[in-house]
């Protein structure tokens, strides 16, 4: 790992590793991160660390920490003499996001296409196949979670690590605008366009590998900036 690579950045993402004994703090992360994305704790939730620590199970040190960490990526809003409170990201701030997250990955996916390594592509396919199963069992705070984390392990694949860690602060607060949009197309699935771009970075195809991800962030922004039917004017 690089000086670049913080706990907040690179490993953004970290899921639990067990359900025995006291969590560590990656395992409350991933709980409390999951909570948010399935909005269980959403914008309006009036909660305080005490009311946190009750609902995980922790102390309010252990929930003081990771709502720190959470502040870093700009999911919770801490300000004194305030209740900590989860961001509400506009289409301003969403579009300006995925702007900086298509100059960013088009980059990076170029690098990444370049000398793939094994064990690179495993975690890749092992990350899809996780998202696929969190799908199909209706778990979608997790499978959101997952597709950012695929996103932030191509990322270190590349191996530059000034793009990386700048794109590990761009993906989570897409994620929470994922959530609280409305559920994706069924007609598109994430897993299977991943899948086609792991397969192109196999084969080293620079050219496939940049369409398919440029097809992946178009669909994002299809996804989160187009407006929805229901809030478009009426014409007279």
Known sequence: MNSFASPQTLTALPFPRTNTGKPSADDLY??????ILEQRIVPASRFTEESLGDMFGVSRSSIRQVLTR????QIII?????????????IEQTRQTLHARRLTE??????????????????????????????????????????????????EMA??????????????VTLLAIARHERPTPSYSEWHESTLLVQAL???????????????????????????????AIEH
């Open 30 to 35: 991933s709980r409390m991160f999951d909570a």
């Open 70 to 73: 959470l502040s870093y990526q």
């Open 78 to 90: 801490l300000r004194t003499h305030h209740r900590p409170r989860v961001a509400a990201p506009d």
């Open 106 to 155: 088009i980059t990076l996916v170029q690098l990444a296409s370049q000398q793939p390594q094994a064990e690179d592509l495993k975690r890749l396919h092992d990350l899809i196949a996780r998202q696929r199963r969190c799908m199909e069992r209706g778990e979608r705070g997790p499978a959101i979670r997952l597709s950012g984390e695929f996103h932030l392990q191509l990322a």
């Open 159 to 172: 191996g530059n690590a000034p793009l990386a860690h700048f794109l590990g602060s761009l993906v989570p």
């Open 202 to 232: 196999e084969r080293a195809d620079v050219t496939a590998a940049v369409r398919l991800m440029t097809r992946q962030l178009d669909h994002l922004e299809q996804t989160l900036l187009m407006p929805r039917p229901e809030t478009r």
